[in-house]
């Protein structure tokens, strides 16, 4: 079976740009987080969407914004690039509902490499 | 204070050693410890996987969890050159998706 999967693998922008990155979760999960890793520094959360609706927020400006589509794969949005924004961009799927109340795996794709020039 | 610190290395031991790596962390709500592996400009790779307090064995791998001290260990036996790589702990509250990363230890074993 497919892992996670995450497109484009690169990105280079300039500041004020916009970028949007995308997300396949595993096949039959139905759960998306978004983290941002600083290079250097541990993963941060931004978003987790479940069921196409938004489930948790992250401390991060309203520049960022999410999606999740009908067959759970999900979109992640920055607007006004900064040169602040360059980082890995990381999605993690999970079966979601009621077993994050559980041993619930996240399971990480390769992630995004963002570059803000 | 970060929610999770550990100790960003870098830590270097020689093939065959044993590795322990710590994390500790200030909020007791957590009840769900993870440790990741993750190699240079890759994602992270799920090692281990624990639940409250107590011990979990995996192969070469032990995670440890000690609520009482808020500190969480893993310990890698018979360490291998393949073993090199950023270490990331991580926890999570009971109900919550969102997981708390500490910064990463990077780990080199020389051969």
């Known amino acids: 079976d497919a892992g996670v999967t995450q497109s484009p693998t690169h990105l280079i922008k300039t500041r004020g740009q916009h970028v949007t990155l995308r997300c396949s979760p595993i096949?039959?999960?139905?759960?998306v987080s978004w983290y941002q890793q600083v290079l250097g520094q541990g993963p941060q959360f931004i978003f987790q969407?479940?069921?196409?609706?938004?489930?948790g927020r992250g401390n991060f400006p309203d520049r960022f914004s999410a999606r999740q589509f009908p067959n759970y794969s999900s979109e992640l949005n920055v607007n006004a690039l900064l040169l602040g924004d360059s980082a890995l961009y990381l999605c993690?799927?999970?079966?979601?509902?009621?077993?994050?109340?559980?041993?619930?795996?996240?399971?990480f794709g390769p992630g995004t490499r963002l570059t803000v020039l | 204070q970060k929610e999770v610190e550990q100790d960003p290395g870098p830590l270097s031991v020689p093939e065959g050693a044993i590795v322990s790596l710590n994390c500790t962390y200030s909020?007791?709500?957590?009840?769900?410890f993870m440790w990741y592996r993750q190699y240079s400009r890759k994602g992270p790779e799920l090692l281990m996987y624990?639940?409250?307090?107590g011990n979990k064995e995996d192969g070469r791998f032990t995670a440890q969890v000690d609520k009482s001290s808020k500190y969480i260990s893993l310990f890698i036996r018979d360490s291998q050159p393949s073993d090199s790589a950023t270490y990331l702990c991580?926890?999570?509250?009971?109900?919550?998706?969102?997981?708390?990363f500490g910064q990463g230890t990077r780990l080199t074993i020389n051969p």
């Open positions: 993690a799927s999970s079966l979601g509902g009621i077993r994050d109340r559980a041993l619930n795996e996240q399971f």
């Open positions: 096949s039959g999960h139905k759960s």
């Open positions: 969407y479940y069921e196409k609706e938004e489930r």
């Open positions: 909020n007791s709500a957590f009840q769900y």
């Open positions: 624990t639940y409250s307090s």
């Open positions: 991580a926890m999570k509250k009971e109900g919550a998706q969102k997981l708390v």
